[in-house]
């Protein structure tokens, strides 16, 4: 399955099928979370409760996926389990951390998967393989069963092939989800949140956007977003190190993830609480634009993703995550659209909705996804 799972799961249901990332407990299966140092935990007593919620709806799991050790990586690539094949962009990427849950439904193996977003993990690989991917907002859906156990950053959600089952999967994995407003018919008040980001990704979305007749948006700025993605960067390292700190002890943590935790342990407790100021000031300033507008629009990330074979240095590559993680830090919810570029590489296209506006989210990508795009005869003229 080119390294897609890290563990087969025969289940008796019959529903949709699913994949969980090895970083949710499942009863019964060591949650290995990628690393050779977890190899010998023992088995999960209980389902984490995003599990029993898709068993409660007759999803059959049918693996747990691969992910960038520690889930703490950008590329995907992982030395002890293998690195999940990119089906869609094979030189590429497939994105980190959940790299087997993305590649998973970029295969058609699965009718949707589970992954986690601490810095940017869902979105990331999504836009990596072509598909769909889901942040919801921080604290919408269960984490009770998903390591890491302490996080003020972390949120589970789901990948698909489209957004009707992004749609089905976030009715399954949150009780309180409203299908019918995810699904509502809207004409949303959309701005252009201006950001950094290579012109191949800034050509790409704005000729998509062009195409869907959804031009002359306004421009708007956050003074605070970089701030707020190297606040993300700190308060990620904190917490991680946190985490998994004593692993760097074992000397089994591949050299990648074992130098960048080894890195975090510098990570100040002054260094945190400046974070969380800057976690407060961006927070205010992107709920502010949202007063304003319904959602707001930039790239999933800066650039197309790199080769595989030119990204064994993660860290090299941490930049990818400069659009996506400051709103790990303000716990907006946020969804990747795929899209492709004149020479056939991926792109994403982020939305970013208001607190626990997942559904409209939703709604309002169904409504750039849906609208009906005009002839590219007109648009030359």
Known sequence: MNNIFFEKIQSKNS???????????????KTVAGSRALLNTEPAIKNAEIVDLLEQHQCQIVGKTNLHELAFGITGINQFTGTAINSKYPELIPGGSSSGSAAAVAAGLVDFSIGTDTGGSIRMPAAC???????????????VGV?????????????????????EAMAIICPNFNKSLAKQRMEPRL????????????????????????????VVESSLFDQAYHAGMQI???????AYGVLTETGLVAEDVNVRLL??????????????????????EIEALLDQYDALLLPTLPQVPPLLKDAANTAAFLNMT?????????????????LESDTGLPVGLQIITKHNDDEKLC?????????KSSPKEELDK
Not at 20 to 26: E, F
Not at 236 to 242: G, R, S, V, Y
């Open 363 to 371: 709604a309002i990508a169904q409504y750039i996804v849906n609208k």
């Open 147 to 167: 390591l890491p156990m302490d996080t003020t950053l972390d949120c589970v959600g789901p990948f698909a092939n489209s957004l009707d089952m992004i749609v």
């Open 263 to 284: 890195k975090a342990a510098s990570t100040s407790e002054k260094d945190v609480a400046q974070a969380n100021e800057i976690r407060t000031q961006f927070t205010q």
């Open 322 to 338: 400069a659009l996506i993680r400051p709103f790990n830090l303000s716990g907006h919810p946020a969804i990747s659209i795929p």
């Open 15 to 29: 529903g949709l099928k699913a994949a969980i990332k090895d970083s949710i407990d499942i009863s019964g299966y």
């Open 191 to 218: 701005a252009v949140l201006a950001v950094d980001a290579d012109a191949e990704v800034q050509n790409t979305i704005r000729y998509y956007l062009e195409q869907k007749e959804i031009i002359d948006l306004p």
């Open 236 to 242: 990620i390292n904190a917490e991680t190190w946190q």
């Open 129 to 143: 393989c072509g598909v769909y991917g889901l942040k919801p907002t921080f604290g919408r859906v269960s984490r």
